[in-house]
Nanobody
Framework: QVQLVESGGGLVQTGGSLNLSCAAS????????MGWYRQAPGKQRELVAS???????NYADSVKGRSSISRDNAKNTVYLQMNSLKPEDTAVYYC???????????WGQGTQVTVSS
């Protein structure tokens, strides 16, 4: 199994920045893709960014240009740097990992990001 623990969320003013981190443990050798999703109250969970084991990245249009996802394979940790934050970025952010082979999905417990006006 894979365990994911997020940290770095909090309250920030519009235009501020946050750096989210997600540390993976367990069967980490099976992890292929890692990513960040977010979900606001009453809204569907949506992909924010993802990164493969080879470093290929993908971003949602809403965060492209002001967010950066990175991965430290030695530390088994994925990061999401978010700049120029907007109120619409307010959500619970979840770390996600997909394993190779059977493509199992694992989720972290989530970390709250709140952007005030």
């Amino acid at each position: 199994q894979v365990q994911l623990v997020e940290s770095g969320g909090g309250l920030v003013q519009t235009g501020g920045s946050l750096n989210l981190s997600c540390a993976a443990s367990g069967s980490i050798f099976r992890i292929n893709v890692m990513g960040w999703y977010r979900q606001a109250p009453g809204k569907q969970r949506e992909l924010v960014a993802s990164i493969t084991s080879g470093g290929r990245t993908n971003y949602a249009d809403s965060v492209k240009g002001r967010s950066s996802i990175s991965r430290d394979n030695a530390k088994n940790t994925v990061y999401l740097q978010m700049n120029s934050l907007k109120p619409e970025d307010t959500a619970v952010y979840y770390c996600n990992a997909i394993t190779s082979g059977f493509h199992l999905n694992y989720w972290g417990q989530g970390t709250q990001v709140t952007v005030s006006s």
